[in-house]
């Protein structure tokens, strides 16, 4: 957790590496981490995007029936459509991915996170990843480029879970 810690410090005050993984069994305070990070930022005036994994490509998905229906009608759409949404995604300058590696794994779904990690590894552009997914089990490009130890640095944290301890005050 101190290494994890001090990891998260060094990357909000724009220390290190661009790309921060998160590793470990639900509960040990990878997403407070991320978002501790993405606070510094934010204070910082800097445009930041979080998405639980799952539901970012959900909203994919939904805006590019969005985009696709508001074509089909010659109408702008009324939310925002997918390529707004990769556009964000991309661009932004923090981007933090919750629980990668929970998603249904579907040929689409894996495209889509590769094509957004990709963008962010070739530019250097900072994100930080949560995962309780060992290296294994994610998308062999994604987990060559969350690994990559001349871009990237993956923090195994290995403590209790804070939720379930019988004495969190202990943690």
């Not at 552009?125 to 993956?154: F, H, W, Y």
Request: charged share 25%; net charge neutral.
């Amino acid at each position: 957790l101190k290494r994890a810690l001090s990891v998260a410090q060094a990357m909000a005050r724009g220390e290190g590496p661009p790309l921060l993984t998160l590793a470990g069994p639900a509960g040990v305070g990878k997403t407070h981490l991320a978002l501790a990070i993405g606070w510094e930022f934010v204070e910082q005036a800097a445009w930041v995007v979080y998405w639980q994994t799952e539901e970012m490509l959900g909203a994919l998905r939904s805006g590019y029936d969005r985009q696709a229906v508001a074509m089909r009608n010659n109408m702008a759409p009324q939310e925002p459509t997918y390529d707004t949404l990769m556009r964000h995604l991309k661009e932004c300058h923090l981007l933090i991915f919750d629980d990668l590696g929970v998603e249904k794994a579907t040929e689409w779904a894996e495209t889509k996170l590769d094509s957004i990690v990709d963008w962010r590894y070739l530019r250097d552009l900072p994100m930080v990843v949560c995962t309780n997914a060992k290296q294994e089990e994610l998308s062999k490009r994604i987990a060559d480029r969350l690994g990559d130890t001349r871009k990237g640095l993956v923090v195994a944290i290995t403590a209790p879970s804070y939720r379930t301890a019988p004495n969190k005050r202990e943690l």
